[in-house]
């Protein structure tokens, strides 16, 4: 599989027939050096600069046994093989340690390249460079918008088009191989050059690891049996609607009772404020103390017990920090459980207008005491069946850390978080079962945390923040070994006078229904925006987009096992299917959902009609139920309440599917 040529300092090597690295003196492949950074961080926002103080390229090579030497003067740098499954390894050491290093894989000018975690505005990623740092996404992630300078010109929030909750040092290559490089540390992938991809790491890595394989299934199979793979989703998740409401009992049964009298199967309820809530300038924000408000929610343990025999489970909302005015971080504090800031006191974390202290999990004491005190104790225990897992990507730089340091562990920290989870609900006997949903996530999350979420979008159809980015991210996110994505019905960001209408809700509801999971948000300005529950049409609207996607859970139940089983991702890139398909490669927002099933989101407001492109094949219509002939850009009628699906004539539950549109 692996094969090397080395002629007069000239080094080929391929991973099956595909060539990885070509080397030269004058091109070549691996680079060593130092630099200087500076990082700033402003409410999980991060600006970082770095001044590149030595860069020297490793111009000459010679073959040491199976192995190879790169050097140049006194730098050097040795590359050896192994095997790690079917992966071949590139194992690296040095006889210095060097803050910075660079390596230049061969590309082909027609690449395509998939993946480096969750990215949402691009999913075919050639031709841009994609910083891996794990942050807020930012309100607005388009320079040239208005929102996004508003949010930059406030606090710097503003993103860009490569920020994000979850980034992944991995990426997919339709050459049909696929790239990981083992190391939590900053780095960036820049594929801007059409002759290499080069992948620039804070830190030597251990390894960087290859996969090669016949078909793009085979890839992610061979990646997620080393990275990990999701659990099998809670069955009950696919057989209802999970509504995101607060506000005390009585509105919780007041609006359970509303939805359930115009069709809408409620099968469980998200209340984030289950903890109770402050109230700052961004808008209404939670108590950060991980007990139940007796005040807002009284009779706590019997009121959700009632739920359950209702069928109604009771999802509420954590994260991994403690706020500093409530009793859980002075239990923590006296432990000593909290990092430190550099004078040796308690680190506290600006959070808008609240700070809170940070549980030190690279100390395993601490993982197993939040996750047995807080998340058995306090949540678990007393009826809690998952929760929203927010914040891992905050971690500051600045900290210091029993076990490691703050800029290196930034990245990993989503890990660490979703573990504390994964022992909480390990204790409990509740994996497989409670729902826990997590944004930020790093490499090797997969194994711990049953569904990512797509984080906060703007309350709009912006393309690069509102409904539009979720698409991309979930195919990012598919193909970086998440199999199981959603997102906040009706998105949740609302700033700057942009609020919800009611168009937006039903399109981003008619979406949610051909996704993993359905969960609706009221934003983090609930009063100023419209909520599904508000109206007789939403509702109805939302009751007959449930029963569809309820419809569904036999065929996706196929998909949710063989995800278990195999890493594949239930929103999957239409090549997958049609690797021979050439426009199946550029399309960034349409996907399959499974294998018969291809899905256009109408992603755009005022839209009666919609173009979708379809590979080839013979696809029936779902609405209409007519023909079409693959390998073409259709038109179809796309009114509210008929997102544009797509069912493979071949497909064996065609007939089962056709009774969608009857619902």
């Known amino acids: ?88 390894s590139w194992n690296f050491s040095t006889p210095r340690q060097y803050s910075r290093f660079w390596a230049r894989i061969s590309a082909t000018k027609q690449e395509h390249l998939y993946g480096l975690g969750e990215q949402m505005s691009h999913f075919n990623l050639r031709g841009k460079l994609f910083p891996i740092w794990s942050s807020e996404p930012g309100v607005g992630r388009n320079k040239d918008t208005y929102i996004t300078w508003q949010s930059d010109s406030t606090g710097m929030s503003g993103g860009d088009y490569w920020t994000t909750n979850y980034p992944q040092a991995s990426y997919m290559s339709n050459q049909k191989y696929y790239l990981f490089a083992d190391s939590f540390s900053y780095a960036e992938f820049d594929f801007r050059d059409p002759n290499f991809n080069e992948v620039h790491i804070w830190e030597v890595p251990k390894r960087i690891l290859f996969w090669a394989g016949d078909t793009y299934y085979s890839l992610i199979e061979q990646f997620t049996s080393f990275i990990g793979r999701q659990e099998t989703l809670p069955k009950w998740l696919n057989e209802g609607f999970m509504l995101g409401i607060q506000g005390g009992w009585d509105k919780i049964d007041s609006k359970i009772k509303d939805l359930q009298e115009h069709g809408v199967d409620v099968n469980s309820v998200w209340v984030q404020d289950w903890e109770g809530i402050r109230m700052t300038s961004f808008g209404q924000r939670l108590m950060w103390d991980w007990q139940h408000d007796s005040k807002r929610y009284p009779d706590f343990k019997n009121r959700v017990t009632g739920l359950q025999k209702q069928g109604i489970k009771f999802l509420g909302y954590s994260n991994c920090y403690l706020a500093i005015d409530g009793p859980l971080f002075a239990e923590a504090k006296k432990l000593g459980y909290l990092a430190k800031n550099k004078d040796g006191e308690v680190y506290e974390v600006d959070f808008g207008e609240f700070y809170c202290g940070i549980p030190d999990f690279t100390i395993k004491e601490v993982q197993e005491w939040f996750a047995e005190r807080i998340l058995g104790q306090e949540m678990l225990d007393i009826g809690l069946e998952g929760w929203m897992a927010d914040f891992g990507e905050y971690l500051p730089t600045d900290c210091v850390l029993a076990n490691g340091d703050a800029m290196k562990l930034h990245n990993e920290w989503p890990t660490l978080w979703a573990e504390v989870n994964d022992i909480a609900l390990r204790s409990r006997n509740k994996r497989g079962d409670a729902c826990i949903f997590m944004r930020a996530a790093g490499s090797f999350t997969q194994k711990y945390c049953p569904i990512l979420w797509a984080g906060d979008q703007s309350v709009d159809f912006s393309k690069d923040d509102g409904l539009a980015s979720v698409i991309p991210a979930a195919l990012s996110s598919g193909v970086s070994g998440f199999a199981f994505h959603h997102s906040d019905l009706g998105g949740y960001t609302s700033l700057f006078g942009n609020v919800r209408t009611v168009e937006l809700n039903l399109r981003w509801t008619e979406f949610c229904a051909f996704t993993s999971m359905m969960r609706s948000h009221e934003t983090n300005r609930p009063i100023e925006n419209i909520q599904l529950y508000e109206s007789s049409y939403q509702m109805t609207f939302l009751g007959r987009m449930v029963r569809v996607f309820k419809a569904l859970s036999k065929y996706k139940d196929f998909y949710i096992k063989e995800a278990a089983e195999k890493g594949y991702p239930l929103m999957r890139p239409l090549f997958f299917e049609y690797p021979q398909d050439k426009q199946a490669y550029t399309q960034d927002y349409e996907y399959l959902l499974g294998a018969d099933i291809l899905v256009a989101p109408v992603w755009q407001e ?10 080839k094949d013979t696809w029936i219509h779902l609405w209409s139920g007519k023909e079409y002939t693959g390998g073409q850009t259709v038109t179809v009628d796309a009114p509210l309440g008929k997102i544009p699906v797509f069912i493979k004539k071949s497909s064996l539950f065609l007939e089962k599917f056709k009774s969608l549109k009857d619902l």
Do not use: C
Not at 28 to 53: A, C, H, L, S, W
Not at 606 to 615: F, H, R, S
């Open 1 to 88: 599989m692996l094969k090397s040529e080395l002629n007069n300092n000239n080094l080929k090597i391929w991973i099956g027939s595909i060539l990885v690295l070509d080397h030269s003196p004058e091109n070549p492949t691996f680079f060593v050096g130092e630099g200087t950074e500076e990082v700033k961080m402003y409410r999980g926002n991060f600006k970082i600069t770095d001044r590149t103080d030595e860069k020297t390229p490793l111009r000459h090579v010679e073959q040491k046994g199976d192995d190879f030497r790169f050097y140049y003067g006194d730098d050097e740098l040795l590359l050896s093989f192994g095997r790690e499954g079917t992966a071949i």
């Open 606 to 615: 005022n839209i009666k009609e919609w173009d979708v492109y379809l590979p």
